[in-house]
C-alpha cells in the first residue's frame, strides 16, 4: 500500500503537466554523467521493491485516482480528475489501438507498436 | 485482442495489421539486411492483391479498422501507379465503415516529388530508415557496389521535410552509435527530424549482429536512452517524439484494467503476405524464413486457400500452442510480463531456438530497459513543496507542452 501511496505522489506532480510535459519532466530528472548509469552488472531498475511491484504499484495508484467514486470521495480535486482525463484520453487506454495522438496523417495508428520489423531497415 | 468467439465457441481472430510484400526487391544492400530474396524483382499481381483483399474484407476479422504496411523490400522501387491502382482497388473493395490507413517504410532513396504528391494525395504514413549522421548511417547502409547511401536518404527526407509531409525516422543502432548520443541528437535537431525509432542490430536468419554478441548491448542502450532522453528533454521542441520512450510511459504509466495486447503473439492480429501470396501469422519475419523444426511457417497461399481456413492448419495450430506457451512462460517468470505481453516470437526462435522460451536479448533492450528508464526518472521525481503545487517544468518548456490544465495550488 504504502508503494501506491508512493506512486499516487508522483504521479500527482506529472500528470498535470500532460503527456508531452510528463516525458519532458522525467526526461529532465536523467542524470546527465554517464559513469551515473548502471553498467549490465547491476540491477537497472534500482529500487528494492521489485520491477513487477512497482509497476502494479503504479497501475493501482492511476486507477485509484482515475476512478471517479474514489476521487471524489478521496481527494476532492475536481481539477486533478479532470487532468487525469486528459491524461488517459490522450493516450488513448480504453481504446484498443492506444491513441498516440501523433501529429501524422491518420493519427498513426498502432504499427509503430512494432519495433521488431523494422530493426535492419 | 479482444478475442470474439464463433458459433463453435472458437475464438476469432481479428486481422489488426497487413504487412504486405509487393516486392522482395531492394535497391541497397545494408550490412546487416536478414531478407532472404532482396536480389529478387519479383512483383505481386494485382490479382494477388484482389484476392487478399477479398477474402479479408469476407473474413469478419475486421473491427473498425485495418493498417496496412507495405514494407519487406524496398516498396519505392515500384512505381507511384502500382500502388495508386492498388489503393482504388481497395477503396473499391473495402467494407463500409472501415477506416484504412496506409504506410512506407523506405530506405528513402527514391523519394522525388512525385512521391511527395502521391504520400500528400492518399495520406500515407512514411517511416525512413536512416542511421544517423553520413559517418555512422554509411558503415552499414551501402549500395551494391559498396557506396554509401547516406546522401540519397538524406536528400529524400530534405524533400519531405519542404514539402511537408509528416514522416518519422528509424536508426537501427551499432554499438559505434550507441556510444554517441550526443552525435545522434545533434543530428536530428540539425535536420529537422523530430520523431525518432530506434532499434538496436539484431540477430535473425542469416544474420548475426555484433551488437547482440557484445554482452553489455543493453547496458550500452540504457546509457545511449537515457542520455538522448535528457538532451530532449534539455531542449525541447527538437524531438518531439521518441517511440521508445512515448511506449514505455504508456505502457507503464496506465490504469490497472487497461486494454493492452501483444500483437505479435495474437493468431492474425498482424496478417503478413509476401509477393506471391503466401500468409503467414505472428511475427512478420516469420514470412521469410525457414526452420529445421518448423520447416516454414506459411499458412497457405492467398490464390489457392481460404483465409478462413488457415487456422485449422497443422503448422499454425503447432506454431500457435508453442508460441502461446512461452507467453505462458512469461507471464510466470517475467517481472516485465505486464508492459511486454510475452516477447516476439521470431527472437525467441532466433536467440533461444524455440518459441516455448522466455527472455532474449530483444526483450532486455526494447522493454526492460526502457521500462527501467522510465520507472527510475519516477523515482526521482521531487515532490513539490506544497505536495500538490505545480511541478518543476525542464528549462524552455514550450507553452504547448503543458496540454493539461493546471491544478490550483
Redesign the interface.
Known amino acids: 500500500m504504502w508503494l501506491q501511496k508512493k506512486y499516487a505522489r508522483i504521479l500527482s506532480e506529472i500528470l498535470p503537466v500532460g503527456v508531452v510535459g510528463a516525458s519532458l519532466l522525467l526526461g529532465s530528472t536523467v542524470p546527465s554523467a554517464a559513469n551515473e548509469h548502471p553498467t549490465s552488472s547491476q540491477p537497472f531498475a534500482a529500487d528494492k521493491d521489485s520491477v513487477a511491484q512497482r509497476l502494479a504499484a503504479i497501475r493501482e495508484a492511476v486507477s485509484a485516482t482515475t476512478d471517479p467514486t474514489k476521487k471524489a470521495a478521496e481527494s476532492g480535486d475536481g481539477d486533478l480528475h479532470l487532468a487525469w482525463g486528459n491524461w488517459w484520453n490522450n493516450w488513448g487506454w480504453g481504446r484498443p489501438w492506444g491513441g498516440w495522438g501523433w501529429p501524422n496523417w491518420n493519427n498513426w495508428r498502432n504499427w509503430n507498436n512494432w519495433p521488431n520489423w523494422w530493426h535492419n531497415w | ?2 478475442k470474439r468467439a464463433d458459433a463453435a465457441g472458437c475464438a476469432v481472430p481479428r486481422i ?2 497487413l ?1 504486405i510484400q509487393p516486392t522482395p526487391f531492394c535497391n541497397i544492400e ?1 550490412r ?4 532472404p530474396e532482396r536480389n529478387s524483382k519479383a512483383v505481386v499481381a494485382p490479382e494477388t492483391l484482389v484476392n487478399l483483399f477479398s477474402q479479408v474484407f469476407a473474413s469478419g476479422w475486421l ?1 473498425d ?1 485495418v ?1 496496412i ?1 507495405w ?1 519487406a523490400g524496398e516498396p519505392m522501387v515500384l512505381p507511384v501507379a502500382f500502388y495508386r491502382d492498388a489503393f482504388r482497388m481497395i477503396d473499391r473493395t473495402k467494407p463500409g465503415g472501415l ?1 484504412v ?1 496506409h ?1 512506407f ?1 523506405t ?1 528513402g532513396t527514391l523519394i522525388d516529388e512525385a512521391w511527395c504528391d502521391f504520400f500528400a494525395e492518399e ?3 512514411v ?1 525512413v ?1 536512416i542511421d544517423g549522421p553520413k559517418r555512422l548511417h554509411d558503415r552499414n547502409r551501402l549500395t551494391r557496389s559498396g557506396r554509401g547511401t547516406f546522401d540519397k536518404t538524406i536528400r529524400g527526407i530534405r524533400l519531405l521535410r519542404r514539402r511537408e509531409i ?1 514522416f ?1 525516422v ?1 536508426s ?1 543502432l551499432s554499438v559505434a552509435s550507441m556510444a554517441v548520443p550526443s552525435e545522434m541528437f545533434d543530428f536530428y535537431a540539425e535536420e529537422g527530424i523530430e ?1 525518432v ?6 540477430s ?1 536468419g542469416d ?1 548475426v549482429s555484433q551488437s547482440f554478441a557484445d ?2 548491448v ?2 550500452a542502450y ?2 545511449f536512452l ?2 538522448f ?2 538532451l ?3 531542449m ?1 521542441g527538437k524531438i ?8 514505455a ?2 505502457q ?8 493492452f ?1 501483444n ?2 503473439v495474437e493468431p492474425f492480429a ?1 496478417t503478413s503476405m509476401d509477393w506471391a501470396g503466401n500468409i503467414s501469422t505472428f ?3 516469420l514470412l521469410g524464413l525457414k526452420n529445421a523444426q518448423y520447416g516454414d511457417f506459411l499458412l497457405g497461399n492467398i490464390n489457392r486457400d481460404a483465409l478462413v481456413e488457415m487456422p485449422q492448419r497443422l503448422n499454425f495450430v503447432r506454431m500457435t500452442k508453442d508460441i502461446q506457451a512461452g507467453v505462458a512462460m512469461c507471464r510466470e517468470r517475467c ?5 511486454c505481453g510475452g516477447g ?1 516470437p ?2 525467441k526462435l532466433a536467440e533461444n531456438g524455440s518459441f516455448v522460451s522466455t527472455e532474449t536479448t ?1 526483450c532486455r533492450v ?1 522493454k ?2 526502457a ?14 513543496s506544497s ?2 503545487t ?5 528549462l524552455g ?1 514550450p507553452a ?9 495550488g
Request: hydrophobic share 30%; with cysteine; net charge negative.
Open positions: 485482442m479482444a489488426e495489421l504487412v545494408c546487416y539486411c536478414y531478407l473491427h479498422c493498417s504496411v514494407h477506416t490507413t504506410s517504410q530506405n495520406r500515407v504514413n517511416g530508415s509528416p518519422h528509424i537501427v520523431r525509432c530506434f532499434n538496436v542490430e539484431e535473425e544474420h554482452g553489455e543493453d547496458a540504457y546509457r537515457s542520455e532522453w535528457r530532449s528533454s534539455a525541447p518531439k517524439f521518441i517511440r521508445e520512450i512515448e511506449h510511459l504508456q507503464v504509466i496506465r490504469p490497472k484494467d487497461a486494454p495486447n500483437q505479435l498482424i511475427s512478420p519475419e517481472e516485465y510480463f505486464s508492459v516476439e521470431v527472437n530483444y526494447t526492460m530497459r521500462t527501467d528508464l522510465v520507472l527510475n526518472a519516477l523515482e526521482r521525481v521531487p515532490p513539490s505536495g500538490r505545480e511541478p518543476s517544468l525542464p518548456m504547448h507542452a503543458r496540454d493539461q490544465p493546471a491544478r490550483s
